[in-house]
């Protein structure tokens, strides 16, 4: 009797001892996801960037107006996102502003931080191991580029919160591998993350690293057989990538006459850029949104001992294999398997940066293992235990990702801190911070600074003549000032180094409009937007030479292209009356302009110009009714 009741108190002990371990595990993940909420809270104050924010994202037609046919069946501005933009359309259709998507951007981020810890939980079965990685992960610097950048975020954050879901129910398949609907899920969660963001496809070979350390066999027939619809899916994905951005590079002009590296350079460059990444996870303190390239001519010396680091650090991947040290081998094929993708876009040239934050968004959790486990090899041999090592490193990650939040805050904080750090310590001016000049002077600009404005043009000039978006802007100061001789210096220019610049040519044929030169202007306009299809300026202003060369049915069309992109545009409702009544059709008039009414009640010309079209129908009272209106709003 005595041992029946020392076996009830015995088991009623394990079952506290459980039900401590299980809030203990909840613990560890509550104290990394407020610690992201905490870091990313000043997140709301932030402004759109304009860098991509406008092409991807608040400018983006098939987002705004919700084009899921659009969004699936073609790539938009060379990338092929749908899913993503389909998630980010939603978000705008049930938002009242920029705060409610910033809030969209920060629940994928904790629910990431969420899955990175299910997989360590159940990669390294300790709570606190699990817990310290989730933690350092969520906060780390590096990764405020990926939450607050909100076209990075819309794709960066979407594609990982897919890819790990998917790895986290590969997992669960692996620990049951009767539950075969697991991995059915796990590969249409796979399909979600590429039409996210390309990176990926390279999930298969990441669930190969994860049968390496849980000991299968990766090179068995069956272990293989379950990753052919992975790799069929990445396959698919990479071409399609590769088709979406194989115009990136056409007509572009170089930075500067010697840019353009050789294969061998390239290569050195991508290693150098691995083990840059590495430093920069251990010590995050002079991150950059915009990581140059170094001028052909004057390469550093670091850059091919880091390219010699990188080759070391396979070695030892390599040697770790060999040895059975199966978590450093891991941890590192983490790493170099999920930064490959975009190390291999940079030695291809298609980016204008060496390397980017963003991209270590997943591929960070691996060298985060690489430390926690390391840490984990210490027990016993420290004075504490060592999760606390991994808090003070956390809360000095956090120290510094909350402040780096703040460099995200509007395109004037950001693009300072890249001219600060991408400038270099003697002439000449770097050519790569063009980009960053003009960016900047665009904000000043579109804040009412134009001198300020007029000062980074020319700084990005300065840094290369043949950076062209800085003349466009430079020439569109001239023409507001009604300079128009000197801005057309400008478009002039940009013309020759880059005919297809849709922008410069929508802006040019402006000038030749203005100057009754309407057979040039409808040359540029058309060739704008066969350059750019979801360019509407140049739509709008091309209707406007349409109507004035009396071609009002032409007119009319480009006017409907331009609602289809933006259909919340009160003045193109009312261009779109004033078409109609050129042709005669005041019923249409009266019907498009009471349109413009609707969404904007104040402006005097729409009652005029629908008094005119109910003139044209006869209808005097309502014609006087809307002039006395019209009046009254002078």
């Known amino acids: 009797m005595a041992d029946i009741k020392a076996k009830k108190k015995k088991k009623k002990s394990s079952k506290a001892k459980a039900i401590v371990a299980k809030k203990t595990n909840w613990m560890y993940l509550v104290i990394a996801l407020v610690a992201a909420g905490v870091i990313y809270f000043s997140l709301f104050d932030n402004e ?93 610097p590096m990764q405020v580029e990926s939450v607050a950048w909100l076209a990075a975020a819309m794709k960066i954050g979407t594609y990982a919160l897919f890819y790990l879901a998917s790895i986290y129910l590969y997992l669960k398949y692996l620990d049951n591998t009767k539950t075969k609907g697991m991995l059915v899920i796990s590969v249409l969660t796979m399909l979600f993350a590429a039409m996210c ?199 000095l990650f956090a120290i510094v990702g909350f402040m780096r939040v703040d460099v995200f805050q509007t395109s004037e904080t950001l693009f300072s801190d890249v001219i600060k750090k991408e400038s270099y310590s003697k002439p000449p001016l770097n050519p790569h911070l063009a980009l960053a000049f003009n960016n900047r002077g665009i904000f000043k600009k579109r804040n009412g600074d134009i001198q300020g404005a007029l000062a980074d043009y020319e700084m990005a000039i300065r840094s290369n003549a043949a950076y062209t978006n800085a ?29 297809t610049n849709a922008h410069n040519l929508s802006a040019r044929g402006s000038i030749y409009a203005k100057r ?43 006017v409907e292209r331009f609602l289809k992109l933006s259909p919340d545009t009160p003045d193109m409702y009312e261009l779109k009356g004033v078409c109609y009544m050129r042709m005669n059709k005041y019923n249409e008039a009266v019907a498009a302009l009471s349109q413009a009414i609707a969404k904007d009640g104040t402006k005097a010309s729409f009652y005029n110009n629908r008094a005119a079209a109910y003139d044209g129908l006869g209808r005097q009272a309502e014609a006087q009714q809307d002039r006395a209106t019209a009046a009254a709003l002078r």
Request: with cysteine.
């Open 516 to 558: 009754g030169q309407n057979d040039l202007a409808l040359k540029d306009l058309t060739q704008a937007i066969q350059s750019d299809p979801f360019f509407k300026e140049a739509y709008s202003n091309r209707s406007l030479v349409y109507l004035n060369t009396g071609r009002a049915a032409e007119a009319l069309q480009d």
């Open 197 to 395: 963001k390309e990176q990926a496809v390279a999930l298969p070979l990441t669930l190969l690293a994860i049968d390496y350390f849980k000991g299968r066999n990766i090179f068995s027939g069956p272990v293989l057989l379950e990753k052919l619809p992975y790799f069929v899916i990445s396959l698919v994905f990479g071409i399609v990538t590769l088709k979406a951005t194989s115009g990136a590079l056409e007509g572009k002009v170089p930075v500067v006459n010697e840019e353009s590296f050789g294969i061998f350079e390239r290569l050195i460059l991508a290693l150098h850029s691995l083990t840059a990444y590495i430093q920069n996870t251990i010590l995050p303190l002079d991150l950059s949104f915009f990581y140059t390239y170094p001028l052909k001519s004057d390469v550093p010396v670091m850059v091919y001992v880091n390219a010699v680091i990188t080759l070391g650090l396979i070695g030892a991947m390599a040697w770790a294999w060999k040895q059975k040290s199966k978590w450093i081998c891991f941890g590192l094929l983490f790493f170099f398997i999920n930064v490959f993708f975009p190390t291999l876009t940079s030695l291809m040239a298609v980016r204008d940066v060496l390397m980017a934050d963003r991209y270590m968004y997943v591929p960070l959790a691996g060298l985060l293992f690489l430390f926690v486990y390391g840490l984990n090899a210490l027990k016993g041999k420290l004075p504490f235990h060592p999760q606390y090592a991994g808090f003070v490193v956390a809360i």
């Open 471 to 499: 003349r466009v802007g430079r020439g569109n100061i001239y023409f507001n000032a009604g300079q128009d001789d000197k801005a057309l210096v400008d478009y002039n220019k940009v013309a020759e180094l880059d005919p």
């Open 48 to 140: 759109y960037l304009n860098y991509d924010d406008d092409i991807y994202v608040h400018a983006n037609p098939l987002i705004r107006n919700m084009d899921l046919g659009a969004l699936f069946s073609k790539p938009y501005a060379s990338q092929y996102s749908p899913m993503a933009m389909m998630i980010m359309a939603i978000q705008y259709k049930i938002s009242d502003g920029l705060g409610f998507i910033r809030f969209g951007s920060l629940l994928v981020h904790v629910l990431n931080v969420l899955f990175i810890f299910l997989i360590f939980k159940n990669l390294t079965k300790e709570d606190w191991m699990a817990g310290v990685i989730a933690l350092l992960w969520a906060v780390h």
